[in-house]
């Protein structure tokens, strides 16, 4: 069974085994791939790319002896002496790496692979299984593996990956080089490093044809296969020609000059094309739509923090185990097995005698558990437009709450009208709390958006100060006319309304600016730029359409 084709016409699957084909080729040049979606076909990907490199999979909870080699405590402890164990980067060095659940994968594990990465003793391949949008594996992961592929919707069982290159390739000349780079900046990818992986694509592409020097072919395949995934933006419309007359007459080096930039204009504007035409589906519906695609690391149920007795495991570290954080014994035994032998030359023991322990010894465990988010919404409840918006509200607060239960998360709701602020909802996971709070929202009279700001802002400041992540999100056409102090006039409005977002900003606080005016609007605009905010005009949006926009998803 063949895999569906995405809305943009690209297969998936195919890319994906063609992306397989050239990271085999030179696995610790291109670093390694992201293969996003538990899938039959991902599985058999994963397969076919071990039958060509050699391949070890990481743990889930890895802890640094074992990725980079440490003591062996049961042979040490048979042997009398320390004997070291290798880890794990060094078994796969000049191999594969593969890494499940990568998108759980912590600071200090990304940090070390990073490492192992730019040192090429290792390739990557990243099995990320986030069900959310805003979810996904560290950036600086994303960043060093040329090849993402997502295989959600790929149902095929075998992936069989073309065979080795018939030759090596030419470098890329300065016009390949051109059209890279202008593609990179049409598609909104600045990183040097993504550019550097592109070019390498495109030769190896034309190594696997037999080519001599890449062709526009394989400049498209490698656009298609590395900035295509990594797209942040659409690309500009095309200029439509002018119809002027007959052009003036012009000199035969002019003439030929031009006709040289028209087929390097043309060369560039098909690789953008290609590579726009591969963006996923998904990615593309996000970019229509002005917004940003999920970032990498990020997480949607909230800050991780450090806790001694339950979450997520980390790495032990030295401590006393008290105050409720618990004994690693095993790291604590690894910690004391390389001084025996000094130690019991100084207390005059035997060889036989017991484990000699001190306090340096000991290390407690670690976890990390990730603090539940608020979402708190900040309506505009003012003027003749405010039943409108606030339905919308109301639907896309309902909606968030129907998953309260599987993120983690609360919505709390602050409206603003005519002179004051007013928390109508505190942070909450009651659906029945919610609809008899939102059964009688008022609206109508003026728009004292600063004071809305500040409560939001406080309401964000007592969501911190309880271990919580605070999220903003701002329903307004952005056109204030009451100051903070509750006195009419648009200046000063204006003036307390851009100081409140940059307090917002200042305290970095994750905001989204939602423009609900009739057509995006100047104010909505300059509003999210001070907050540092994003930025999105929803000017006829239903609950469903707010509520997708703010969960950076399609709507069903």
Known sequence: MSAPRDQTGADPIHDAKLAA??????????GGMVLRGSSPARDALVEAIAEKLP?????????????????????????????EASGLLAEAEGGALIVPMAERMGEALAGRLAQALDEL??????????????????????????????????REREAALAGSAAGEAAPLDDDALSAIAVTGSALGVHS??????????????????????PEQADLEAAARLVLAPRATQLPPPPDEPKSDDAPPPEQAETSEENNQQSADQKLEDKVVEAA????????????????????????????????????KPLGARPGMPRGGARLAMIDTLRAAVPWQAVRRHEAGADSGSALLLRKDDL?????????????????????????????EAKGAVELMLAQAYVTRSEVALIAFRGETAELLLPPTRSLTRARRALAELPGGGGTPLAMGLNAAREMAQNVRSRGRTPSLIVLTDGRANIDALGQPGRTQASEDAEAAAKVIAREGVDSLVVDISSRASREGGTLAEAMQARYLALPRADAKTLHAAISNREPA
Do not use: W, Y
């Not at 084909?21 to 291109?30: A, H, K, S, Y």
């Not at 290390?363 to 339905?391: N, P, Y």
């Open 21 to 30: 084909t050239l990271f085999t080729q030179n696995p610790l040049g291109f």
């Open 55 to 83: 391949c070890r999979r990481l743990p889930s909870h890895v802890d640094d002896e074992r990725l980079l080699g440490g003591i062996d405590i049961a042979a040490s402890l048979a042997a009398g002496k320390p004997i």
């Open 121 to 154: 003793r290792v390739a990557l391949i990243l099995l990320d299984d986030a069900r959310e949008v805003d979810d996904g594996p560290p950036l600086a992961m994303m960043e060093r593996l040329a090849f993402h592929c997502d295989l959600t919707h790929s």
């Open 192 to 213: 040097l490093r993504a550019l550097i992986q592109t070019s390498e694509a495109a030769r190896a592409h034309a190594e696997l044809a037999g080519r001599g020097a």
């Open 276 to 311: 726009t035409a591969a963006i996923p589906a998904d990615l593309l519906a996000q970019l229509a739509k002005g917004l940003a695609p999920r970032q990498a690391g990020g997480s949607g149920s909230g800050q991780r923090r450090k806790k001694g007795l339950r979450g």
């Open 363 to 391: 290390r407690v465990r670690r976890f990390e558990e990730k603090a539940a988010r608020v979402t708190i919404f900040a309506v505009d409840a003012s003027g003749s437009a405010a039943a409108a918006r606030l339905a």
